[in-house]
């Protein structure tokens, strides 16, 4: 009954075009989950995502679930994800993305999730890693460890929102650094983010992480910009 009182005062509205959702859709509408560009990266091992990276840092695979246009549907999935709370965003792409994954031998071989990390004056003004619970779902689904502890940002620096993609794959490679002890060395990390736009942020983390004895590097990605 509550429910139904809160659904008609305060509407539940999907993530990608703000129209009200039925009772059995959740975040994301019927319409915008058949709309929504998908990459497919999975089923190829040299996808685009993975050879972005080629030449720049040793990534044993990479990937990301949808394609990133202005205006579209991901775009205002991802906006009201980073700046608006819905963190619920991110927990159904990470189901999402792990039932497509379940069987990805690539995906097997990794030890743990690591996410992108905020700097701490970040994350105390937003409240919270937007692909935390991105990170979550694809842990307890793939049964893999969440761990934001190995990975800090160093430098505080303002949002790459407004930045050109030339301002962007100008980022600093000394940002970010690793905490590791002898029980990280020699791991497979999945490192995870929202977009990736230049790869600059994840290449400046897989270094970070790289600088870990034997360790090794697989990216993925909620979203891909794509032109």
């Given at each position: 009954?509550?429910?139904?009182?809160?659904?008609?005062?305060?509407?539940?509205?999907?993530?990608?075009c703000?129209?009200?959702?039925?009772?059995?859709?959740?975040?994301?509408?019927?319409?915008?989950r058949?709309?929504?560009?998908?990459?497919?990266?999975?089923?190829?091992?040299?996808?685009?995502?993975?050879?972005?990276?080629?030449?720049r840092?040793?990534l044993?695979?990479?990937?990301a679930?949808?394609?990133?246009?202005k205006?579209?549907?991901?775009?205002?999935?991802?906006?009201?994800?980073?700046?608006?709370g819905?963190?619920?965003?991110?927990?159904?792409?990470?189901?999402?993305?792990?039932?497509?994954?379940?069987?990805?031998?690539?995906?097997?071989?990794?030890?743990?999730?690591?996410?992108?990390?905020?700097?701490?004056?970040?994350?105390?003004?937003?409240?919270?890693?937007?692909?935390?619970?991105?990170?979550?779902a694809?842990?307890?689904?793939?049964?893999?460890?969440?761990?934001?502890?190995?990975?800090?940002?160093k430098?505080?620096?303002?949002?790459?929102?407004?930045?050109?993609?030339?301002?962007?794959?100008?980022?600093?490679?000394?940002?970010?650094?690793?905490?590791?002890?002898?029980?990280?060395?020699?791991?497979?990390?999945?490192?995870?983010?929202d977009?990736?736009?230049?790869g600059?942020?994840?290449?400046?983390?897989?270094?970070?992480?790289l600088?870990?004895?034997?360790?090794?590097?697989?990216?993925?990605?909620?979203?891909?910009?794509?032109?």
């Open positions: 009954m509550w429910n139904h009182l809160l659904n008609l005062f305060f509407p539940r509205t999907c993530a990608g703000q129209s009200i959702l039925l009772s059995q859709e959740i975040v994301i509408c019927t319409h915008c058949h709309n929504i560009p998908l990459t497919h990266h999975h089923q190829n091992p040299d996808n685009e995502l993975f050879q972005r990276f080629y030449g840092i040793p044993e695979f990479g990937a679930l949808f394609y990133f246009h205006k579209g549907i991901v775009q205002e999935m991802m906006h009201q994800l980073k700046y608006k819905h963190q619920e965003i991110g927990t159904v792409v990470g189901e999402w993305y792990a039932s497509e994954l379940q069987h990805s031998e690539p995906i097997r071989k990794t030890n743990c999730i690591v996410p992108v990390p905020l700097h701490p004056k970040r994350m105390r003004e937003r409240g919270y890693n937007q692909v935390a619970t991105f990170g979550k694809l842990s307890i689904k793939l049964n893999l460890p969440y761990d934001d502890t190995v990975l800090h940002r430098v505080y620096t303002k949002t790459q929102t407004k930045k050109t993609l030339l301002g962007r794959s100008d980022l600093d490679t000394n940002l970010f650094d690793s905490s590791f002890s002898e029980l990280h060395h020699g791991q497979h990390f999945l490192l995870i983010d977009v990736m736009t230049t600059a942020t994840l290449e400046a983390c897989s270094r970070a992480l600088k870990i004895p034997d360790a090794k590097v697989s990216i993925l990605c909620m979203a891909m910009a794509h032109n």
